[in-house]
Protein backbone atom coordinates (compact mmCIF):
# COMPACT_ATOMS: atom_id res chain seq x y z
CA UNK A 1 0.00 0.00 0.00
CA UNK A 2 1.61 3.21 -0.64
CA UNK A 3 1.66 6.47 1.79
CA UNK A 4 -1.36 8.02 0.57
CA UNK A 5 -3.47 5.16 0.15
CA UNK A 6 -2.86 3.88 3.43
CA UNK A 7 -3.27 7.74 4.96
CA UNK A 8 -6.54 7.38 3.09
CA UNK A 9 -7.59 4.32 4.70
CA UNK A 10 -7.30 6.32 8.31
CA UNK A 11 -10.24 7.77 9.52
CA UNK A 12 -9.99 11.84 9.56
CA UNK A 13 -9.93 12.76 13.18
CA UNK A 14 -12.82 14.70 15.12
CA UNK A 15 -11.83 18.46 14.66
CA UNK A 16 -11.28 20.60 18.04
CA UNK A 17 -14.98 22.46 16.78
CA UNK A 18 -16.37 19.28 17.39
CA UNK A 19 -15.24 18.54 21.08
CA UNK A 20 -16.02 22.31 21.91
CA UNK A 21 -19.45 21.40 20.29
CA UNK A 22 -19.90 18.55 22.83
CA UNK A 23 -19.72 20.51 25.58
CA UNK A 24 -22.78 22.39 24.93
CA UNK A 25 -21.42 25.90 24.56
CA UNK A 26 -24.96 27.72 24.68
CA UNK A 27 -26.02 25.82 27.54
CA UNK A 28 -22.98 26.62 29.55
CA UNK A 29 -23.18 30.50 29.12
CA UNK A 30 -26.50 30.31 31.64
CA UNK A 31 -24.55 27.98 33.66
CA UNK A 32 -21.61 30.57 33.66
CA UNK A 33 -23.81 33.11 33.71
CA UNK A 34 -25.97 31.78 36.92
CA UNK A 35 -22.67 30.19 38.93
CA UNK A 36 -21.44 33.89 38.07
CA UNK A 37 -24.18 35.55 40.16
CA UNK A 38 -23.68 33.27 42.50
CA UNK A 39 -20.07 33.81 43.61
CA UNK A 40 -20.39 37.81 43.11
CA UNK A 41 -23.89 38.23 44.85
CA UNK A 42 -22.42 35.96 48.04
CA UNK A 43 -20.83 38.27 51.22
CA UNK A 44 -17.56 38.87 51.50
CA UNK A 45 -14.94 38.52 48.45
CA UNK A 46 -12.77 36.07 46.61
CA UNK A 47 -9.67 36.38 45.26
CA UNK A 48 -10.11 36.98 41.72
CA UNK A 49 -7.74 34.20 40.39
CA UNK A 50 -9.81 31.69 42.90
CA UNK A 51 -12.97 33.20 41.98
CA UNK A 52 -11.81 32.90 37.82
CA UNK A 53 -10.42 29.24 38.75
CA UNK A 54 -14.67 28.46 40.09
CA UNK A 55 -16.30 29.64 37.17
CA UNK A 56 -13.95 28.03 35.21
CA UNK A 57 -14.52 24.69 36.91
CA UNK A 58 -17.97 25.02 36.85
CA UNK A 59 -17.96 25.57 32.75
CA UNK A 60 -15.37 22.24 32.55
CA UNK A 61 -18.30 20.32 34.89
CA UNK A 62 -20.79 21.20 32.83
CA UNK A 63 -19.15 20.89 29.47
CA UNK A 64 -18.07 17.08 30.92
CA UNK A 65 -21.43 16.13 31.80
CA UNK A 66 -22.56 17.47 28.41
CA UNK A 67 -20.12 15.11 26.66
CA UNK A 68 -20.98 12.08 28.98
CA UNK A 69 -24.75 13.08 28.05
CA UNK A 70 -24.20 13.11 24.31
CA UNK A 71 -21.41 10.20 24.46
CA UNK A 72 -24.94 8.30 25.88
CA UNK A 73 -27.60 9.46 23.45
CA UNK A 74 -25.84 9.66 20.75
CA UNK A 75 -28.08 7.08 18.87
CA UNK A 76 -31.59 9.29 20.32
CA UNK A 77 -29.52 12.30 18.91
CA UNK A 78 -29.87 11.00 15.38
CA UNK A 79 -33.19 10.69 15.38
CA UNK A 80 -34.35 14.06 15.90
CA UNK A 81 -33.85 17.01 13.69
CA UNK A 82 -33.27 19.73 16.30
CA UNK A 83 -30.03 17.38 17.63
CA UNK A 84 -29.10 15.06 14.34
CA UNK A 85 -25.96 17.36 13.64
CA UNK A 86 -23.83 16.66 16.31
CA UNK A 87 -20.50 15.75 16.22
CA UNK A 88 -21.70 11.80 17.32
CA UNK A 89 -24.79 11.35 15.37
CA UNK A 90 -23.46 13.47 12.22
CA UNK A 91 -20.36 10.85 12.46
CA UNK A 92 -17.35 13.29 12.66
CA UNK A 93 -16.38 12.14 16.16
CA UNK A 94 -16.08 8.02 17.53
CA UNK A 95 -18.25 7.83 20.44
CA UNK A 96 -15.25 6.39 22.88
CA UNK A 97 -13.56 10.02 22.71
CA UNK A 98 -16.84 11.54 23.46
CA UNK A 99 -16.93 9.71 26.44
CA UNK A 100 -13.08 10.15 27.49
CA UNK A 101 -13.89 13.79 26.73
CA UNK A 102 -16.10 13.90 28.83
CA UNK A 103 -14.82 12.21 31.73
CA UNK A 104 -11.73 13.89 31.45
CA UNK A 105 -13.21 17.43 31.90
CA UNK A 106 -15.72 16.16 34.52
CA UNK A 107 -12.24 14.81 36.19
CA UNK A 108 -10.33 18.22 35.83
CA UNK A 109 -12.78 20.26 37.18
CA UNK A 110 -13.26 18.55 40.60
CA UNK A 111 -9.64 18.26 41.23
CA UNK A 112 -8.89 21.83 40.48
CA UNK A 113 -11.62 23.21 41.78
CA UNK A 114 -10.85 20.55 45.22
CA UNK A 115 -7.33 22.39 44.48
CA UNK A 116 -7.95 25.92 44.31
CA UNK A 117 -11.85 26.53 46.44
CA UNK A 118 -12.20 23.93 49.09
CA UNK A 119 -13.82 20.53 49.15
CA UNK A 120 -17.14 21.53 49.72
CA UNK A 121 -17.89 23.30 46.40
CA UNK A 122 -16.19 20.47 44.35
CA UNK A 123 -18.28 17.75 45.95
CA UNK A 124 -21.22 19.82 45.10
CA UNK A 125 -19.83 19.73 41.72
CA UNK A 126 -19.47 15.96 41.59
CA UNK A 127 -22.73 15.69 42.73
CA UNK A 128 -23.88 17.92 39.89
CA UNK A 129 -21.80 16.20 37.14
CA UNK A 130 -23.58 12.57 38.42
CA UNK A 131 -26.88 13.80 38.67
CA UNK A 132 -26.95 15.18 34.79
CA UNK A 133 -24.97 12.26 33.90
CA UNK A 134 -26.13 9.56 35.48
CA UNK A 135 -29.42 10.57 37.42
CA UNK A 136 -30.74 12.54 34.50
CA UNK A 137 -29.13 11.35 31.30
CA UNK A 138 -29.23 7.90 31.94
CA UNK A 139 -32.21 7.08 34.83
CA UNK A 140 -34.57 9.49 34.96
CA UNK A 141 -35.33 11.39 31.02
CA UNK A 142 -35.54 7.69 29.47
CA UNK A 143 -38.16 6.50 32.30
CA UNK A 144 -40.73 9.38 33.45
CA UNK A 145 -42.47 12.07 32.09
CA UNK A 146 -41.06 13.99 35.39
CA UNK A 147 -37.57 13.88 33.90
CA UNK A 148 -37.27 17.41 33.17
CA UNK A 149 -38.58 17.97 37.01
CA UNK A 150 -36.03 16.07 38.80
CA UNK A 151 -33.36 16.58 36.24
CA UNK A 152 -33.61 20.42 37.03
CA UNK A 153 -31.60 20.11 39.18
CA UNK A 154 -28.49 19.35 37.51
CA UNK A 155 -28.90 22.83 35.88
CA UNK A 156 -29.70 24.25 39.41
CA UNK A 157 -26.15 23.93 40.98
CA UNK A 158 -24.49 26.64 39.31
CA UNK A 159 -25.54 29.50 41.66
CA UNK A 160 -24.73 27.11 44.58
CA UNK A 161 -21.42 26.05 43.55
CA UNK A 162 -20.69 29.43 43.02
CA UNK A 163 -21.58 30.62 46.29
CA UNK A 164 -19.99 27.89 48.24
CA UNK A 165 -16.96 28.74 46.26
CA UNK A 166 -17.24 32.21 47.63
CA UNK A 167 -17.96 31.75 50.99
CA UNK A 168 -17.09 28.19 52.34
CA UNK A 169 -20.72 27.35 53.74
CA UNK A 170 -24.07 26.70 52.47
CA UNK A 171 -26.83 29.01 53.98
CA UNK A 172 -30.51 29.39 53.12
CA UNK A 173 -29.36 31.79 50.13
CA UNK A 174 -27.37 29.98 48.02
CA UNK A 175 -30.42 27.22 48.51
CA UNK A 176 -33.17 29.21 47.15
CA UNK A 177 -31.43 30.51 44.03
CA UNK A 178 -31.09 26.58 43.44
CA UNK A 179 -34.70 26.24 44.30
CA UNK A 180 -35.71 29.29 41.73
CA UNK A 181 -33.91 27.54 38.56
CA UNK A 182 -35.11 24.10 39.75
CA UNK A 183 -38.85 25.59 39.38
CA UNK A 184 -38.05 27.37 36.45
CA UNK A 185 -36.65 24.98 34.54
CA UNK A 186 -40.08 22.75 34.10
CA UNK A 187 -41.56 25.44 32.58
CA UNK A 188 -38.84 26.47 30.64
CA UNK A 189 -38.31 22.74 28.95
CA UNK A 190 -42.24 22.14 28.41
CA UNK A 191 -42.60 25.05 26.90
CA UNK A 192 -39.91 23.78 24.28
CA UNK A 193 -41.20 20.52 23.84
CA UNK A 194 -44.33 21.82 23.25
CA UNK A 195 -42.80 22.71 19.64
CA UNK A 196 -40.91 19.64 19.21
CA UNK A 197 -42.72 17.03 20.78
CA UNK A 198 -42.70 15.34 17.51
CA UNK A 199 -38.63 14.68 17.71
CA UNK A 200 -39.21 13.50 21.31
CA UNK A 201 -42.36 11.00 19.98
CA UNK A 202 -40.35 9.70 17.30
CA UNK A 203 -37.20 8.07 19.50
CA UNK A 204 -39.35 7.26 22.17
CA UNK A 205 -38.31 10.17 25.32
CA UNK A 206 -41.11 10.26 28.14
CA UNK A 207 -41.89 13.78 27.73
CA UNK A 208 -44.65 15.15 29.48
CA UNK A 209 -47.13 15.92 26.18
CA UNK A 210 -45.78 12.73 25.05
CA UNK A 211 -46.50 10.91 27.43
CA UNK A 212 -49.79 12.88 29.27
CA UNK A 213 -50.80 15.05 26.81
CA UNK A 214 -50.61 18.83 25.70
CA UNK A 215 -53.36 19.52 27.85
CA UNK A 216 -51.91 18.08 31.00
CA UNK A 217 -48.31 19.89 30.14
CA UNK A 218 -49.97 23.39 29.49
CA UNK A 219 -51.77 23.07 33.23
CA UNK A 220 -47.92 22.18 34.95
CA UNK A 221 -46.42 24.85 33.39
CA UNK A 222 -48.80 27.33 34.55
CA UNK A 223 -48.60 25.38 38.32
CA UNK A 224 -44.32 25.86 38.10
CA UNK A 225 -44.88 29.96 36.67
CA UNK A 226 -47.53 30.43 39.74
CA UNK A 227 -45.27 28.63 42.46
CA UNK A 228 -42.29 30.31 40.96
CA UNK A 229 -43.15 34.39 41.49
CA UNK A 230 -43.47 33.79 45.26
CA UNK A 231 -40.32 31.96 45.24
CA UNK A 232 -38.22 34.40 43.20
CA UNK A 233 -39.08 36.87 45.92
CA UNK A 234 -38.30 35.01 48.64
CA UNK A 235 -34.38 36.28 48.52
CA UNK A 236 -35.93 39.87 48.95
CA UNK A 237 -38.26 38.80 51.46
CA UNK A 238 -35.61 36.99 53.94
CA UNK A 239 -33.28 40.08 53.45
CA UNK A 240 -30.40 38.07 51.05
CA UNK A 241 -31.04 41.13 48.54
CA UNK A 242 -32.24 45.06 48.27
CA UNK A 243 -35.80 46.57 46.44
CA UNK A 244 -33.59 46.67 43.68
CA UNK A 245 -33.89 42.88 42.97
CA UNK A 246 -37.04 42.68 44.63
CA UNK A 247 -38.57 44.71 41.65
CA UNK A 248 -36.66 43.39 39.03
CA UNK A 249 -38.05 40.02 40.38
CA UNK A 250 -41.83 41.09 40.60
CA UNK A 251 -42.11 42.23 37.41
CA UNK A 252 -39.92 39.26 35.56
CA UNK A 253 -41.98 36.83 37.24
CA UNK A 254 -45.43 38.42 36.13
CA UNK A 255 -44.59 38.49 32.76
CA UNK A 256 -43.22 34.88 33.13
CA UNK A 257 -46.61 34.37 34.68
CA UNK A 258 -48.78 36.33 31.93
CA UNK A 259 -46.60 34.27 29.56
CA UNK A 260 -47.35 30.89 31.31
CA UNK A 261 -51.26 31.39 31.28
CA UNK A 262 -51.30 32.00 28.03
CA UNK A 263 -49.68 28.74 27.09
CA UNK A 264 -51.69 27.04 30.03
CA UNK A 265 -55.33 28.16 29.17
CA UNK A 266 -54.62 27.87 24.66
CA UNK A 267 -55.19 24.98 23.13
CA UNK A 268 -53.35 23.75 19.45
CA UNK A 269 -55.73 25.38 16.72
CA UNK A 270 -54.57 23.11 14.67
CA UNK A 271 -51.88 21.13 12.54
CA UNK A 272 -50.60 24.70 11.22
CA UNK A 273 -50.77 26.13 14.46
CA UNK A 274 -47.49 28.40 14.57
CA UNK A 275 -46.99 27.67 18.35
CA UNK A 276 -45.86 31.11 18.59
CA UNK A 277 -47.02 31.79 22.84
CA UNK A 278 -45.29 28.49 23.45
CA UNK A 279 -41.91 30.24 21.48
CA UNK A 280 -42.33 33.35 23.76
CA UNK A 281 -42.51 31.98 26.75
CA UNK A 282 -39.55 29.90 26.05
CA UNK A 283 -37.57 32.89 24.67
CA UNK A 284 -39.08 34.62 27.94
CA UNK A 285 -37.77 32.20 30.40
CA UNK A 286 -34.08 32.28 28.80
CA UNK A 287 -33.91 36.03 29.17
CA UNK A 288 -36.10 35.68 32.67
CA UNK A 289 -33.39 33.95 34.26
CA UNK A 290 -30.05 36.12 32.94
CA UNK A 291 -32.41 39.31 33.95
CA UNK A 292 -32.97 37.69 37.28
CA UNK A 293 -29.34 37.05 38.38
CA UNK A 294 -28.65 39.92 36.55
CA UNK A 295 -31.01 42.25 39.11
CA UNK A 296 -29.00 40.04 41.92
CA UNK A 297 -25.66 41.13 41.63
CA UNK A 298 -26.75 44.65 40.52
CA UNK A 299 -28.51 44.56 43.78
CA UNK A 300 -25.19 43.63 45.71
CA UNK A 301 -22.95 45.74 43.71
CA UNK A 302 -24.20 48.45 42.19
CA UNK A 303 -26.61 49.99 45.13
CA UNK B 1 -17.62 6.71 12.54
CA UNK B 2 -15.98 9.72 10.65
CA UNK B 3 -16.86 9.88 7.15
CA UNK B 4 -14.63 8.19 4.59
CA UNK B 5 -13.39 10.21 1.94
CA UNK B 6 -14.00 9.54 -1.95
CA UNK B 7 -11.93 12.30 -3.42
CA UNK B 8 -8.10 12.40 -4.03
CA UNK B 9 -6.13 10.22 -1.22
CA UNK B 10 -3.74 12.84 -1.49
CA UNK B 11 -6.10 15.94 -0.50
CA UNK B 12 -7.39 13.60 2.37
CA UNK B 13 -4.39 13.21 3.73
CA UNK B 14 -3.26 16.62 3.80
CA UNK B 15 -6.82 17.58 5.45
CA UNK B 16 -5.70 15.17 7.87
CA UNK B 17 -2.80 16.30 8.86
CA UNK B 18 -4.17 19.51 9.27
CA UNK B 19 -7.07 18.82 11.36
CA UNK B 20 -4.07 16.72 13.71
CA UNK B 21 -2.19 19.94 13.51
CA UNK B 22 -4.97 22.39 14.37
CA UNK B 23 -5.65 19.65 17.44
CA UNK B 24 -2.12 20.07 18.55
CA UNK B 25 -2.02 23.53 18.83
CA UNK B 26 -4.88 23.81 20.20
CA UNK B 27 -3.74 20.58 22.70
CA UNK B 28 -0.70 22.71 23.49
CA UNK B 29 -2.41 26.17 24.03
CA UNK B 30 -4.61 24.41 26.64
CA UNK B 31 -1.62 22.92 28.52
CA UNK B 32 0.13 26.01 28.59
CA UNK B 33 -3.19 27.97 30.20
CA UNK B 34 -2.97 25.39 32.73
CA UNK B 35 0.46 25.96 33.77
CA UNK B 36 -0.47 29.68 34.43
CA UNK B 37 -3.22 29.08 35.92
CA UNK B 38 -1.93 26.55 38.58
CA UNK B 39 0.98 28.96 39.10
CA UNK B 40 -1.54 31.69 39.31
CA UNK B 41 -3.34 29.73 42.08
CA UNK B 42 -0.69 28.92 43.85
CA UNK B 43 0.54 32.33 43.79
CA UNK B 44 -3.12 33.48 45.07
CA UNK B 45 -3.21 30.98 47.84
CA UNK B 46 -0.03 31.41 48.99
CA UNK B 47 -1.02 35.20 49.73
CA UNK B 48 -4.12 34.27 51.01
Redesign the interface.
Known amino acids: MT ?3 A ?10 RDFFALTKPRVMSLVIFTGLCGLLAAPGRI ?1 P ?2 GF ?1 AI ?1 CIALGAGGAAALNQWWEADLDAGMRRTRERPLPA ?4 RGAARDFGLLLSAASVL ?1 MG ?2 NGVLPAVILLISIIYYAVVYTIWLKPRTPQNIVIGGGAGAFPPLIGWVAATGEITLMPVVLFAIIFMWTPPHFWALALFVQSDYAKVGIPMLPVVAGEAATRRQILIYAVLLLPLSLVPWWIGGTGAVYGIAAAALSVVFLALSARVGLRRRTGPDDSMRPEKQLFAWSVLYLFALFGALVVDRWLV | ?5 ESD ?2 D ?2 A ?2 KK ?2 A ?2 NV ?1 MALVLVFFVV ?1 FF ?2 T ?3 M ?2
Do not use: C, F, Y
Not at chain 1, 91 to 94: L, P
Not at chain 2, 1 to 5: D, G, I, Q
Open positions: QPAAQSLPLPADWNVLTLGRMEILA | MPERPPVHSRRVIQRALAIIAKSH
